[in-house]
């Protein structure tokens, strides 16, 4: 029997922000206060989704500044900028809008991170019981994990084991860990 992946939880969350802390990172300086739920639930609903679990779980714990005083503090990891809320649905209705988008961009998904490339990572909100987080860009779609939960359980053991690391100003890792994927 296969045990279900962990749904994002604040304990998940802290976690990882005390190990982004611990770090070097200056991610837990640069957090503003999190939504509450009715605000999470009024943004999502300009994009006709529901709020699922895991996203009030990410919104409701911190969020990133519209402005922040530096640009990489907000990197959740790697490459990827955690979006703040306003700007995450701003990013999802461009790309909804955009004729050029792969064709197998769905409609429910939020964008919630960003790499420079252009590469997304997307909460996909069709099944709020589900919640799957996945990679975008114009050449593919992966499953990043079972899911967001998992995802950031995954990126918080490789910092505690030291596959990941706050250096020079960004977050880097070893050649053995991988950045974004968990298998």
Request: aromatic share 10%.
């Amino acid at each position: 029997m296969t045990t279900p992946a962990p749904a994002l939880t604040p304990a998940i969350l802290d976690r990882f922000g005390q190990a982004s802390s611990h770090a070097g990172s200056p991610l837990l300086d640069v957090l503003e206060p999190g939504l509450s739920d009715g605000q999470i639930e009024g943004l999502v609903a300009e994009l006709g989704l529901g709020a699922p679990p895991e996203l009030r779980a990410l919104w409701g714990w911190a969020t990133m500044p519209e402005r922040p005083s530096n640009p990489r503090a907000w990197q959740i990891h790697w490459s990827f900028e955690l979006l703040p809320p306003t700007r995450a649905v701003h990013e999802t209705k461009a790309r909804r809008a955009d004729p050029l988008v792969h064709p197998r961009h769905q409609h429910a998904w939020l964008a919630v991170a960003v790499e420079q490339i252009p590469r997304y990572l997307l909460l996909d909100c069709s099944d709020p019981a589900a919640v799957l987080p996945v990679l975008f860009d114009e050449e593919e779609v992966l499953t990043a994990a079972p899911s967001f939960g998992a995802l950031f359980s995954y990126w918080t053991e490789l910092i505690e084991i030291g596959d990941c690391f706050y250096k020079d100003g960004r977050w880097q890792h070893t050649e053995y860990s991988e950045p974004a994927i968990l298998d």
